[in-house]
């Protein structure tokens, strides 16, 4: 059993979310610092 | 207070504010483009709230309740899915790469992004008729599942439901056009999500909290809380892929990649609308626990609002009512636009060569919103039997005709005309065949039509080449000029 007596295969569902979260900010974050870099080297 | 004097009030303070919107958002337009799209000057929150109202139509609060009801906990993988899938991977892959092509080409809608990106006016020309057919059958499955909400809530009669929200929604979309659209999907997101995590927190203290529910609902069957349940791989899977996967060629919600303000704002929109898109696991979450509340019921569908009068307030059942009409408005609102401004812009400029200005195009979207809004709601007053075989599948015809097309015209420059437009054919013909044959081997009709587009457009383009210039394709692949 996992977390809130939940089976495991069953709550592997919320870490997907969470995941797709992290993916997102993570995504985001990544694009900012390659849209710095790139204005660094027109610049 | 009851809960019928409740919805009243209710409904009557969240129609005022929509239809507030849609006088707002006339004053804003001025052109063409921003009736359609906004003027592509729409920001991450509203953007990206407006795509989930516009997804989580009010089936997958009532449906989504009755699907955890039926099958079990394992339906949360459903909605996990439409968070990994149908948004978060969406966005990334599609939002930026829609936004900028279309910008390019100079297209406002999803039919004229393919006459230009293919120089196939065939095409565009296609995926207009399937959408004017198929979303307007489609709206009318909405516009019956609004009604049937203010029947059992609210004790109204189903031609009453129709005829309230079809109005309302009418009004605000021909007033404001697609500026009304995305403001008052942002409102109605708001109000599903805020109805969705009160009756979540009700119905948890109902059953002594999420822990407890799992164990009692695990001492009615093991089935009711694993993965894949009741339902079983293949039904679960497959319905997954179809609710998430398909969204992707969905025009209502790729239209708000078009309108986003510029390439930045996807960075914020992403993670908006991964957060907000997570209460997509809550209506089956209810809907699971709901079989330690309820009485069996014949009907799975009535799990969510019998657990609404029974866990929450006359005000709270009265805000979750708000929640499902939103959620059904905002997909309907959203349709229209995509419906009018196709036919207006698609089929009459572009099709047919005749010239209207600027204010003349407002004007024809206007009169089209208006009449496939009032032909929708008079089809769902009495819809005939044929009407509700088609709306089982309208969903697959149209995924089927638009997903591959638009991601190989976005990432695969040897994508031809010939390729688009035959790939187009034979997804929307193999969904509707598939169909027609009761589903072979239990597969959804969009899985097929989706598989069959995905073999026919790669197969005849690498056999035809494309015949779009090089210098154009260039063009739309340069990463940096014109970049927001």
């Not at chain 2, 009851?2 to 004053?27: D, E, F, P």
């Not at chain 2, 293919?118 to 095409?123: L, Q």
């Not at chain 2, 009004?171 to 009756?199: C, K, N």
């Not at chain 2, 209460?279 to 009907?299: D, K, M």
Request: net charge positive; aromatic share 12%.
């Amino acid at each position: 059993m996992g977390p809130f007596n939940f089976p495991w295969l069953t709550f592997t569902s919320f870490i997907v979310i969470g995941l797709s979260i992290a993916a997102a900010v993570l995504w985001a974050l990544n694009d900012i610092r390659k849209n710095g870099k790139e204005k660094g080297g027109r610049s | 207070m009851s809960i019928l004097t409740a919805s009243i009030i209710v409904l009557i303070i969240y129609i005022g504010i929509l239809l507030g919107i849609g006088v707002w958002s006339a004053r804003k337009n001025v052109t063409a483009n921003d009736f359609v799209i906004g003027g592509r000057e729409i920001g991450p929150w509203v953007t990206a709230l407006s795509f989930i109202a516009v997804y989580f139509s009010s089936v997958l609060i009532i449906g989504g309740g009755g699907f955890g009801y039926k099958f079990g906990m394992g339906t949360v993988w459903i909605g996990a899915i439409n968070v990994a899938v149908g948004c978060t991977l969406c966005w990334i892959v599609m939002g930026r790469r829609v936004r900028r092509f279309t910008e390019r080409m100079n297209v406002n809608t999803i039919s004229g992004f393919f006459t230009k990106r293919f120089e196939s006016p065939e095409a565009g020309i296609f995926s207009s008729m399937v959408i004017f057919l198929f979303l307007i059958i489609y709206n009318v499955s909405v516009v019956k599942g609004m009604a049937h909400s203010f029947e059992i809530l609210m004790e109204m009669p189903y031609w009453g439901g129709v005829l309230i929200s079809g109005i309302v929604i009418i009004v605000y979309v021909v007033l404001g056009g697609y500026s009304a659209v995305v403001w008052t999907g942002f409102i109605q997101a708001w109000v599903m999500i805020f109805s969705l995590i009160l009756l979540t927190y009700r119905t948890l203290s109902a059953v002594g909290g999420l822990s407890a529910g799992m164990l009692k609902l695990q001492s009615l069957g093991n089935e009711f809380v694993s993965t894949p349940g009741v339902w079983g791989w293949a039904g679960l899977v497959s319905f997954c892929l179809v609710v998430s996967l398909g969204v992707w060629g969905m025009p209502q919600l790729v239209i708000r990649f078009y309108s986003i303000k510029n390439e930045k704002t996807f960075r914020l929109g992403t993670v908006i609308v991964t957060v907000g898109a997570a209460i997509a696991v809550l209506p089956y979450l209810n809907g699971a626990l709901s079989r330690l509340l309820l009485p069996p019921l014949e009907n799975p569908d009535l799990a969510i609002p019998k657990l609404s009068s029974m866990v929450l307030s006359p005000l709270g059942a009265a805000i979750l009512l708000a929640g499902v009409v939103a959620a059904g408005m905002s997909t309907f609102a959203g349709v229209l636009m995509i419906v009018s401004s196709s036919l207006v812009r698609d089929v009459y400029i572009e099709g047919l060569g005749k010239k209207m200005t600027g204010r003349e195009e407002i004007r024809a979207n206007r009169i089209v919103s208006a009449a496939v809004g009032i032909v929708a709601l008079l089809i769902a007053l009495k819809p005939p039997g044929l009407i509700l075989v088609l709306t089982g599948f309208s969903w697959a015809v149209i995924a089927s005709t638009n997903l591959w097309p638009l991601i190989f015209g976005l990432y695969w420059k040897g994508a031809s005309r010939t390729g688009a437009f035959s790939s187009m054919l034979a997804g929307a013909l193999t969904a509707i065949l598939w169909t027609w044959l009761k589903k072979p081997f239990g597969i959804h009709g969009f899985i097929a039509g989706s598989v069959v587009s995905l073999v026919v457009i790669t197969t005849v383009s690498l056999i035809k080449g494309s015949s779009v210039s090089r210098e154009f394709l260039e063009r739309l692949w340069n990463r940096n000029s014109g970049r927001g």
